[in-house]
């Protein structure tokens, strides 16, 4: 079954830290790659952050240094730890998974997720 729910988003002032979690099916977990993108009102939807199994993680240019992804194997759940928050990072943001096995390939901000969550809405303020 493929499940993935955000939960966490809010609005914030700029320079504040908001952690947004994503809880998971067994098998939306148990897959190559998992990540988080996000989608701004008339923008097109990016890639955020990346999580192989190992939980090594690959941020967007724009984003690193601010943001932190990790994943809890015991419950399976991502989290994104978002720190000295932008205007900029104004967006709805989305948990994604590859959905293919954990040999299937290489994690990387141009997999390609085949599930993803409803999303969750962050909003920072100037």
């Known amino acids: 079954q493929v499940q993935l729910m955000e939960s966490g988003g809010g609005s914030v002032p700029a320079g504040g830290s908001l952690r947004l979690s994503c809880a998971t099916s067994?098998?939306?977990?148990?897959?190559?790659?998992l990540g988080w993108f996000r989608q701004a009102p008339g923008a097109q939807r990016e890639a955020v952050a990346v999580l192989d199994r190992d939980g090594v993680a690959t941020y967007a240019d724009s984003v690193k240094g601010r943001f932190t992804a990790s994943q809890d194997n015991a419950d399976r759940t991502l989290y994104l730890q978002m720190d000295a928050l932008t205007p900029e990072d104004s967006a709805t943001y989305y948990c994604?998974?590859?959905?293919?096995?954990?040999?299937?390939?290489?994690?990387?901000?141009?997999?390609?997720?085949?599930?993803w969550g409803q999303g969750t809405q962050v909003s920072v303020s100037s």
């Open positions: 994604a998974s590859t959905g293919l096995p954990l040999w299937a390939g290489a994690c990387a901000l141009g997999s390609v997720f085949a599930n």
């Open positions: 067994q098998y939306s977990y148990s897959t190559f790659c």
